[in-house]
């Protein structure tokens, strides 16, 4: 199995621009978890899904960052509009039951 | 609700030396106890993990961990410290519920370094 997939690995865009951040679970697991990592508040779980249901959105900042799972093998976190203060690692993750999670490569994000 | 308090954000091991990182927990139900390790630029990577049994948990690249119920710990060893053991280390917890995948809670990390 290839893992976690995510792309972009690095995105640079400029304020007030769209940004779409994707993730491909690894087949099989019914699990999807995005995370942020930045040095002043290290890991953060913004959002998880379960069989492409959102089930935990506490995490997410505020309404300029939205997730989707269209299928069990594809998932998006949008942030719109961008903002310096969004620059951070995303991660995305997944597992099948109660199991560790495996996580992707991440994407690096720089809000200019 | 749980947390996870990892001692200590850097430490610094020489090559050869015991690796000893530490972690305690607080859960309100049984826990499920990680420890990932980050290298540079890279994801998170498994390193071993405590669900239920023995106590003494092995996982990859000789390290070792110590569940502790009584101490609420979950410390990290390593008897010999290698250069390539320089990393990022995350303690992590996980409530299990009735058989469903509970989300993780990590600790802030604790940056290794070795040296010569």
């Known amino acids: 199995d290839a893992g976690v997939i995510q792309s972009p690995r690095h995105e640079v865009t400029e304020m007030g621009q769209e940004v779409t951040l994707r993730c491909k679970p690894i087949?099989?697991?019914?699990?999807l978890f995005w995370y942020r990592q930045t040095m002043m508040r290290g890991l953060e779980l913004l959002i998880y899904?379960?069989?492409?249901?959102?089930?935990?959105d506490s995490g997410m900042p505020e309404d300029r960052f939205s997730a989707k799972m269209p299928n069990a093998s594809f998932s998006t976190l949008k942030i719109q509009p961008s903002e310096p203060r969004d620059s951070a690692v995303y991660f995305c993750?997944?597992?099948?039951?109660?199991?560790?999670?495996?996580f992707g490569p991440g994407t690096r994000l720089t809000v200019l | 609700a749980q947390s996870v308090t990892q001692l200590g954000s850097h430490v610094s091991v020489s090559e050869g030396a015991l690796v000893l990182l530490r972690c305690n927990y607080s859960?309100?139900?049984?826990?499920?106890l990680f420890w990932y390790v980050q290298y540079p630029n890279q994801g998170l990577q498994l390193l071993l993990k405590?669900?239920?049994?023995?106590?003494l948990v092995k996982g990859i690249n000789g390290f070792e961990a110590e569940f502790k119920k009584s101490e609420t710990s979950f410390h990290l060893t390593k008897p010999s410290a290698h250069m390539s053991d320089a990393a990022e280390y995350f303690c992590?917890?996980?409530?299990?519920?009735?058989?469903?995948?509970?989300?993780?809670?990590f600790g802030t990390g604790t940056r290794l370094q070795v040296t010569l």
């Open positions: 899904f379960n069989n492409n249901v959102p089930i935990d």
């Open positions: 859960s309100s139900v049984p826990p499920y």
């Open positions: 087949s099989g697991h019914d699990y």
């Open positions: 993750a997944s597992t099948s039951g109660a199991s560790e999670q495996f």
């Open positions: 405590y669900t239920t049994g023995a106590t």
């Open positions: 992590a917890v996980s409530g299990l519920i009735t058989g469903t995948a509970s989300k993780l809670t």
